[in-house]
Nanobody, 127 residues
Framework: VQLVESGGDSVTTGGSLTLSCAVS????????MGWFRQAPEKEREGVAA???????YYSDSVKGRFTISHDTAKNRLYLQMNSLKPEETAKYYC??????????????????????WGQGTQVTVSS
């Protein structure tokens, strides 16, 4: 499975961005998909995921501001990000695990669960 992210940009505090991830294979509810981010010198962290046959999970830090969505017809994963903060400056990655088994809410946002990764797209939020 190949994944290609796009949509990263530089915005000011409070701004919005929508990231997109093109997936080379048909995306359905059997696939776990997620968005992750990694800031310099920090560990990669889960932001939002779709797992367990379409259930959606968010990290506490983005709940109410970020929205993950999935277009099965276009094989695309999206991340709408609102009210962005400078500390959310990072490279954002989409990831997938085909034929995903049931996972816990914590596992859905853990990078090691996912086997396929894109190259990332940079998001910079300036104050």
């Amino acid at each position: 499975v190949q994944l290609v992210e796009s949509g990263g940009d530089s915005v000011t505090t409070g701004g919005s961005l929508t990231l997109s991830c093109a997936v080379s294979e048909h995306t359905d509810n059997n696939m776990c998909m997620g968005w992750f981010r990694q800031a310099p010198e920090k560990e990669r962290e889960g932001v939002a995921a779709i797992a367990n046959y379409g259930k959606i999970y968010y990290s506490d830090s983005v709940k109410g501001r970020f929205t993950i969505s999935h277009d099965t017809a276009k094989n695309r994963l999206y991340l709408q990000m609102n009210s962005l903060k400078p500390e959310e400056t990072a490279k954002y990655y989409c990831a997938a695990l085909p034929r995903c088994p049931p996972v816990t809410a914590i596992q859905a946002l853990r990078p090691p669960v996912y086997t396929n990764w894109g190259q990332g797209t940079q998001v910079t939020v300036s104050s």
